[in-house]
């Protein structure tokens, strides 16, 4: 049973006795998305922050399970939808994290197979000119940009999940990539003027 068919087939309430529990389905959800999400938080905040993010993503979904409606959204975007709201809550540390990254470049000295799989699944495997670039972005801007390019997520998933207009999903991506591109191509010729 994949997690949107939770979502359709399986409403947040309490089921007639005989049928699995709430606390049941739950945790296939866990299952299921866990490691998604982890990745995404990780690549946004690094893999030190992830854990702690993504443990509230799912205690919140948790508490608020009953005020789930799987005729609003699936759970995938349910999920990313909160994942995202307490990134946003740390952006200072991710927009930190960013401009430090595209300052000094990821750590070339990570030993160990942990840590190489953590240091590509993190923020700190960006090039530093993208880090430096995306860092200058605006947080909402930033947020359905990750969302496509991180996790995957359509325009209709991102737009449930950030509680926007489908509109305003594709503006703000459209604006996002404008400014990238415009961001990176000044810090191209940046470096090649100080080569």
């Known amino acids: 049973?994949?997690?949107e068919t939770i979502a359709t087939a399986v409403p947040w309430a309490a089921r007639a006795p005989g049928e699995r529990t709430l606390d049941e389905h739950f945790e296939e959800?866990?299952?299921r998305y866990f490691g998604e999400i982890h990745n995404y938080v990780a690549q946004?905040?690094?893999?030190d922050h992830a854990e702690d993010i993504v443990a509230e993503t799912f205690l919140t979904a948790f508490r608020k399970r009953a005020h789930y409606d799987p005729s609003r959204a699936g759970v995938r975007a349910w999920l990313y939808g909160i994942a995202t709201n307490l990134i946003g809550k740390q952006r200072?540390?991710?927009a930190r994290t960013l401009r430090a990254l595209g300052r000094f470049g990821p750590d070339a000295d990570a030993p160990g197979h942990e840590d190489a799989?953590?240091?590509r699944?993190?923020?700190q495997?960006?090039?530093p000119n993208l880090a430096a670039a995306l860092a200058e972005l605006d947080r909402?801007?930033?947020d359905v940009l990750l969302l496509v390019a991180l996790a995957g997520l359509s325009h209709d998933e991102i737009a449930t999940a950030l509680g926007i207009p489908y509109g305003t999903v594709g503006s703000r991506l459209s604006r996002a990539r404008r400014k990238l591109r415009g961001l990176l191509g000044a810090h191209v010729l940046e470096e090649a003027t100080h080569a």
Not at 44 to 47: D, E, H, K, N, V
Request: charged share 30%; hydrophobic share 45%.
């Open 1 to 3: 049973m994949t997690g």
């Open 29 to 31: 959800v866990f299952d």
């Open 44 to 47: 946004r905040l690094g893999p």
């Open 92 to 94: 200072r540390l991710e």
């Open 117 to 119: 799989v953590a240091l």
């Open 121 to 123: 699944v993190s923020a």
């Open 125 to 127: 495997s960006l090039r």
């Open 140 to 142: 909402r801007d930033r």
